[in-house]
């Protein structure tokens, strides 16, 4: 998997945020959705993996929390980084699957710090990464996923991700997000501009308040 995830280093998103990465997710593993222009960094990650053969131990997700919930279900979560294991990050800090913000595979470990290979980083490409792991939520291991019967967690949750309902494919674009250099997250630029208005607001009412000049005034 990683070998085939290697020979994608360097492409970019085109324009309007297609991937081919999307493009091939909605035509061969969930057909309820467009995501040919949203965010990508697991779509990548399933890409090489059924094309490794390995998509039955590495799951088949868009929205980040699930996959790493694939992973937790079947025993195969843990906070211990090794080569061909999926990291899944967090940007606030938290440590809460619900709060995943981003994955990308590990290549190597070099003490502290992990070597990954992710897309939709840096703006918009697949590279490699140097990461510490103060960000970490945890490791999802595909070596330790059987091949076999799914357990009734696993299944009810991949019924659940896959069924388009209840605004799932939605979540998928609004929780996969790029890492913080990719520039400010849509939250933050609605933040900014809610309160750009209240002040410009405030002073026009405080303009309108002030009372007029008298002569001893000017």
């Known amino acids: 998997m990683i070998k085939t995830l290697e020979t994608e280093l360097g492409y970019t998103e085109k324009g309007g945020g297609y991937t081919k990465f999307g493009d091939w997710y909605s035509k061969n593993i969930d057909h309820s959705y467009d995501f040919s222009n949203a965010a990508w960094c697991d779509m990548f990650l399933v ?14 997700f868009a929205y980040t929390p699930s996959h790493a919930t694939f992973f937790k279900n ?11 294991s999926l990291v899944f990050y967090d ?17 190597s470990v070099d003490g502290s710090r992990i070597h990954t290979i992710e897309g939709n980083v840096d703006g918009q490409f697949v590279k490699r990464k140097v990461r510490d792991q103060d960000n970490v939520v945890g490791y999802g291991h595909p070596e330790k996923v059987p091949i ?22 939605t979540a998928a674009m609004a929780y996969t997000r790029p890492a913080p250099e ?30 007029k000049a008298t002569g001893e005034d000017r």
């Open 74 to 84: 079947h025993k195969a979560f843990d906070h211990k980084p090794t080569p061909g």
């Open 91 to 107: 940007w606030s800090g938290g440590k809460s699957i619900d709060g995943i913000d981003h994955v990308g595979i590990v290549t």
């Open 148 to 169: 076999g019967r799914k357990p009734a967690a696993a299944k009810a949750q991949q019924a659940a991700d896959h069924s388009g309902t209840a605004g799932t494919q």
């Open 47 to 60: 890409w090489g993996a059924t094309k490794a053969g390995v998509a039955k131990q590495v799951g088949k």
């Open 182 to 211: 990719d520039g400010p997250s849509v939250e933050l630029w609605g933040a900014l501009t809610a309160v750009l208005f209240l002040t410009l607001s405030l002073l026009v009412f405080l303009r309108h308040r002030r009372p």
